[in-house]
Antibody
Framework: QVQLVQSGAEVKKPGASVKVSCKAS????????MHWVRQAPGQGLEWMGW????????NYAQKFQGRVTMTRDTSISTAYMELSRLRSDDTAVYYC????????????????WGQGTLVTVSS | NFMLTQPHSVSESPGKTVTISCTRS????????VQWYQQRPGSSPTTVIY?????PSGVPDRFSGSIDSSSNSASLTISGLKTEDEADYYC????????FGGGTKLTVL
């Protein structure tokens, strides 16, 4: 079965960077784009971007361009999302998510989600 | 980019039917598929409707989706409400980037 397992909670100071990992299993890692979505406390979902694990190509939401970097290591079926120059309003749960089988890569229904990683930015 | 506007909250009694709307601010609602998610507190979202009106396996047929070009909106309808349906619901669509609606809190009382 498809599983996305994320790294543990992080506490960072303003201005620092955070790198969240998402280890995939149960399917061919290079066959599906990996998206990242975040959710601030008590708020809605916000799409951050995707990485194509096959080519390494990326597409970031305009809001995060210049601050986010998505990478992958195909040898261990793991995707990464690094956010730099952290601010207090970056405090959120960060999710990796994969589309349902056979659906569009760019606007997929996210059928598989990681468990979420809480990133707290506080001085 | 466009916005997807949802009511902040809706409430209804068990056994009744509720409809949650998702209105697109610009561009046609029919131009890109709409997905719907359910999120219970402390859990990751799960898909309840995809590609406007398709149900993933395991989602009961009490859940249905539709789009209405005249109002430029999508709708999620839940019939035969159960207390377990109480959750936040989000719509999602696309136009060069993925956009989520602000979410609707459904209370079943």
């Amino acid at each position: 079965q498809v599983q996305l397992v994320q790294s543990g909670a992080e506490v960072k100071k303003p201005g620092a960077s955070v790198k969240v990992s998402c280890k995939a299993s149960g399917y061919t890692f290079t066959g599906y784009y990996m998206h990242w979505v975040r959710q601030a406390p008590g708020q809605g979902l916000e799409w951050m971007g995707w990485i194509n694990p096959n080519s390494g190509g990326t597409n970031y939401a305009q809001k995060f361009q210049g601050r986010v970097t998505m990478t992958r290591d195909t040898s261990i079926s793991t995707a990464y999302m690094e956010l730099s120059r952290l601010r207090s309003d970056d405090t959120a749960v960060y999710y990796c998510a994969r589309g349902l089988d056979g659906r569009d890569d760019y606007n997929p229904p996210f059928g598989y989600w990681g468990q979420g990683t809480l990133v707290t930015v506080s001085s | 980019n466009f916005m997807l506007t949802q009511p902040h909250s809706v409430s209804e009694s068990p056994g009744k039917t509720v409809t949650i709307s998702c209105t697109r601010s610009s561009g046609s609602i029919a131009s890109n598929y709409v997905q719907w998610y359910q999120q219970r507190p402390g859990s990751s979202p799960t898909t309840v409707i995809y590609e406007d009106n398709q149900r993933p396996s395991g989602v009961p047929d009490r859940f249905s989706g539709s789009i209405d070009s005249s109002s430029n909106s999508a709708s999620l309808t839940i019939s035969g409400l159960k207390t377990e349906d109480e959750a936040d619901y989000y719509c999602q669509s696309y136009d060069s980037s993925i956009i989520f609606g602000g979410g609707t809190k459904l209370t079943v009382l």
